[in-house]
């Protein structure tokens, strides 16, 4: 366990969607096979549990390339989001509002594009298989995203929470990361998805945030800023021999952390 993101960690594992996320998601229509749910990472059924954190270091914020005019880490933050696909090449994944059911298209579209996407559900075309993620949460440092069931997308392959932002160190740069909690939603999951690697189960999501973190580097230093890629952080122990901290009943000492 990595002592120095554990509570991080923690706070994501215990996050909750807020009432005004799960009014709007209990009174969404539903199709003859699912409707639009949560995932939870306490309800998934796999044995590991994956403790993730991707980042980039930058000393010298970018400049918008529309403008020209250098970022804020606000502002930066804003345009990753609303440009996500643009980080996101080369992975084989792609993030769109969820359209799935046409009338929610255009207003999903349009709450994802906004200044506050809180509630804004996204479909996420994943090799193997698709997945669906609602925002929860939502300031100008950093979102949530929460993985869901949804009509004519079925299960997300994982349970759990991710988070995407910025934050600033005592140097005064910044750490733009994704950071993420998530278990398989199922055995078979698991199971397909190491049959695919070979080896890692979450080796496919892992590049996914590694081609996140090369992408952010590459565009910082094209941009007219300075950055460097950060080492990774990936722990991915047994579920149950960390949960009672990961939920806050015991303390991080029990994991050998102070």
């Not at 539903?30 to 998934?44: C, E, V, Y």
């Not at 930058?58 to 609303?82: H, K, M």
């Not at 969820?98 to 506050?116: A, F, H, K, R």
């Not at 994943?126 to 993620?133: A, S």
Request: charged letters at 15%; aromatic letters at 14%; hydrophobic letters at 35%.
């Amino acid at each position: 366990i990595d002592c120095d993101q554990i509570q991080k960690w923690q706070s994501i594992a215990q996050h909750e969607p807020p009432w005004s996320v799960k009014a709007k998601i209990n009174n969404l229509p539903s199709s003859f096979l699912n409707n639009f749910d949560f995932q939870l990472i306490t309800d998934a059924n796999g044995t590991i549990v994956n403790m993730d954190y991707f980042a980039v270091n930058v000393t010298t914020l970018p400049n918008n390339p529309i403008t020209g005019q250098q970022f804020s880490a606000d502002e930066f933050l804003d345009y990753f989001r609303r440009n996500i696909n643009t980080f996101s090449e080369d992975s084989g994944s792609e993030f769109e509002p969820y359209c799935n059911i046409p009338s929610m298209c255009q207003l999903e579209t349009d709450l994802w594009n906004s200044n506050s996407p809180l509630g804004a559900i996204i479909y996420i075309d994943i090799p193997i298989d698709d997945g669906v993620v609602v925002c929860t949460e939502y300031t100008n440092s950093y979102w949530y995203f929460m993985t869901m069931n949804a009509p004519y997308a079925g299960n997300h392959p994982v349970s759990g929470t991710r988070q995407f932002g910025y934050e600033q160190g005592f140097d005064g740069s910044y750490n733009f990361f994704v950071r993420g909690v998530d278990r398989f939603n199922s055995f078979i999951h698991s199971d397909i998805a190491e049959v695919f690697t070979q080896t890692d189960p979450f080796l496919g999501a892992d590049l996914l945030w590694l081609t996140f973190k090369q992408n952010l580097n590459t565009f910082v230093n094209n941009n007219g800023g300075v950055s460097s890629e950060m080492k990774s952080v990936k722990s991915r122990p047994n579920w149950y021999k960390v949960k009672e901290v990961l939920l806050g009943n015991k303390p991080i000492s029990e994991l050998g952390c102070e």
